[in-house]
């Protein structure tokens, strides 16, 4: 590796820490990351991109069986499991190998192996035996998480999948269980049922989709029983027990016991931070349920030692874990003007069909904290580039403060709004009013005009309802 002496050393080469890496060189520090796997982290091996790739192929897959009224037809549409599950592997191999290319560019150095904190500034790597030693001004912490398991609910690689098999399976089951419906179960009981799954979610809170605005959560479960999801809340798995080639699971039913057979079940019921053997109890840094606590500039309660990403919690996003690696850096870089992360402002998204994606406050949250809201409302059936795709399924809904009318929220379910939302995001990081919004012009046809109908929907003055 040569010098082992360096500005910054970062464990873990995710969104957080390779994001974090490439902005410390750019801002002229030297730089070493340690990775004890794949450059890209979950997100671009096993997380955000190759589910993509997987969802991609679902869609076409319920377009090519969806024909007729586009006036198409095709005959004898079907798929190869392990082709859709090498071309999902391929894209993340590539986004991946792109990782590599960024951070030689940046003349990043790249360690490999497991980074464990040895002492102020110095991480110790072992890698097959062997070991060497990173010295660093600062170190941040950019383990990441990895999937929450339950006592009688444990995965087993085979049966019981994590989001690990589930994305590399042999063959498409025909009866698959998904425990838990935030956006990581949602996203594969969306990709399984389009791909001729029987799916069914339990999940054990009174809606799905849980973080998202009530309205939307409840027109998402009505889409997705529509398209056959069978879906349980209030509900919750008590045990699995494998018999030869299948699940059994004691499911509690709203109180009522019921045992169901499955192929599979996927368990999909949180994250938990990898806190463990990085040296953690050698600082003064905390952790608490899970994940190591920090402060609004990312540093824990040991000096030089900073932490980011899905590690100190939630929302466990790819994009949140990225900025704040550049909020951190760009601290210790000493920027100028440098703002931390406002939760507020972090769009979310869920790549289902239909998609949901929402940044800010719910309605319900907007309400606690005391606000005097104008919620506006615009479904995509009356938005002319929705009714031309036929795609019309869903609604863009505004959440304002009605005294100063900035904009609290905004929450989306329907076609594309996963690449919509941004547009809200952008809004409320200018601190946007409806002022702004309504003064807005919006291109035609495009779905995004849905947006600007529920700005002037909350102002009681939609053009096209
Ligand atoms: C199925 C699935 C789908 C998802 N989809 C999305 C999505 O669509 N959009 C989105 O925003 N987010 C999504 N996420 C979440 C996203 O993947 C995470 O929020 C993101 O990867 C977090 O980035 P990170 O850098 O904090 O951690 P990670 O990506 O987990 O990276 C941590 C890295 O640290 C390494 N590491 C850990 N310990 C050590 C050590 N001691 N020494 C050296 N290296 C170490 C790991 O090998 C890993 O490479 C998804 C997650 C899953 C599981």
């Not at 990085?278 to 402060?295: F, I, Q």
């Amino acid at each position: 590796m040569g010098d082992s002496h360096f500005d910054l050393a970062i464990l873990g080469a995710g969104p957080g820490g390779y994001v974090a890496a490439i902005r410390a060189a750019q801002l002229g520090l030297r730089v070493a990351v340690v990775e004890r796997e794949h450059l890209g982290g979950v997100c671009l091996n096993w997380g955000c991109i190759p589910t993509k790739a997987l969802l991609r192929t679902a869609e076409i897959h319920h377009q090519l069986h969806d024909l007729d009224a586009f006036g198409l037809y095709a005959r004898e549409v079907g798929f190869d499991a392990k082709k859709v599950v090498a071309r999902s592997r391929a894209v993340a191999k590539r986004l991946a190998g792109g990782v590599k290319q960024l951070l030689r560019k940046h003349e990043v150095s790249v360690v490999s192996g497991h980074g464990r904190l040895a002492g102020r500034g110095r991480v110790e790597v072992t890698r097959d035996g062997g070991r060497e030693e990173v010295r660093a001004a600062h170190v941040i912490l950019a383990t990441g998480a990895r999937a929450r398991t339950l006592p009688g609910l444990e995965p087993d690689g085979h049966l019981v999948w994590t989001y690990r098999e589930a994305m590399v399976p042999e063959a498409i089951p025909g009866r698959l269980l998904v425990v838990g419906s935030g956006a990581i179960g949602i996203e594969f009981a969306s990709f399984y049922r389009d791909m001729g799954a029987d799916v069914a979610v339990v999940e054990i809170l009174p809606r799905i989709l849980p973080a998202e605005d009530a309205e939307v959560s409840a027109a998402a479960r009505r889409a997705f029983e529509r398209r056959g999801i069978e879906i349980h809340t209030e509900a919750s798995v008590k045990a699995l027990r494998r018999e030869g080639d299948r699940v059994v699971a004691a499911l509690d039913l709203g109180g009522k016991a019921v045992e169901r057979d499955f192929d599979r079940a996927i368990l999909a019921i949180g994250i938990t931070g990898n806190v463990e053997d990085v040296g953690l109890e050698t600082t003064a840094a905390r952790v608490e349920k899970g994940h190591v606590v920090v402060d609004r500039w990312l540093a824990t309660a040991e000096p030089g030692l900073y932490a980011i990403g899905d590690l100190v919690g939630p929302p466990w996003l790819a994009h949140k874990a990225s900025h704040e690696g550049v909020v951190c850096v760009e601290r210790i870089a000493g920027v100028e003007g440098v703002h931390p992360l406002d939760a507020t402002r972090i769009p979310a998204c869920t790549y289902s069909r239909p998609q949901v994606a929402s940044v800010g406050l719910t309605e319900q949250q907007a309400a606690e904290r005391g606000h005097e809201l104008r919620v506006g409302r615009f479904p995509f059936v009356a938005n002319g580039k929705a009714v031309a795709a036929g795609d019309t399924e869903g609604f863009v809904k505004t959440v304002f403060d009605a005294r100063t009318g900035e904009l609290l929220g905004a929450h989306l379910f329907g076609p594309e709004v996963t690449e919509l939302v941004f547009g809200f995001a952008v809004a409320r990081t200018l601190e946007s009013t409806e002022a702004e919004l309504l003064q807005a012009v919006f291109p035609h046809p495009t779905l995004s005009e849905a947006m600007h109908e529920a700005v002037l929907a909350a102002y009681g003055r939609p053009l096209h309802i």
